[in-house]
């Protein structure tokens, strides 16, 4: 509490950012069922939600809001959330941006790191697990190496996360600049796709 008696930061731990706008929150999420989802629990935790399908969508928000959180998923149509990170990240550096992927990969996870997000998880995650994000403002040391060795598949899979961020997640010229024919690098998209 501060000296006239209003709240101060959130319930958030970690997290004592002063409550300008209460407990804003943006989501931008392409699939409209887990977007609502969000909402309805995000609303029930206290914070103020705003949807937002798509980046066009969320630079149309932003003229109206300032967010103090926000969840944004990697893959949006055919676009990426990285640019809705980046921008999110220019407009408030001390925001606290999740991002939210079905394609994990390490490329994408240090793009988004060094953009402006504070953590980055794979689908599917939950309410509380995005709000332990936002509160996790250190890295933890305490997390195992693994003794495992890389495999040829998940070398491959990160080097089409690698061209795909390249190349602002356009399919087309992904495959192109791996030498893959376009339905071959779709179909193998889709069969690592978290559910």
Wanted: with cysteine; net charge positive.
């Amino acid at each position: 509490m501060t000296p006239d008696g209003s709240a101060t930061g959130s319930n958030v731990p970690g997290i004592g950012r002063s409550a300008r706008a209460g407990r804003s929150l943006v989501v931008v999420e392409d699939d409209a069922t887990f977007a609502r989802t969000l909402k309805r629990s995000f609303e029930k935790r206290g914070y103020q939600v705003v949807l937002c399908p798509d980046g066009d969508a969320l630079v149309a928000a932003l003229d109206t809001v300032a967010p103090d959180y926000a969840v944004v998923d990697l893959k949006l149509g055919t676009g990426s959330g990285l640019e809705c990170v980046k921008l999110l990240a220019a407009r408030d550096p001390d925001m606290r941006i999740v991002v939210l992927t079905g394609f994990a990969s390490i490329a994408t996870a240090v793009e988004a790191i060094k953009l402006g997000a504070c953590h980055y998880l794979a689908k599917p995650a939950n309410t509380d697990d995005i709000e332990t994000a936002f509160g996790r403002a250190e890295g933890d040391v305490s997390v195992p190496l693994s003794s495992r060795p890389t495999s040829i598949k998940n070398l491959e899979w990160e080097r089409i996360h690698e061209t795909l961020v390249e190349t602002g997640f356009n399919i087309s010229e992904t495959a192109r600049r791996l030498g893959l024919h376009r339905r071959t690098l779709a179909r193998k998209l889709e069969k690592r796709v978290v559910k």
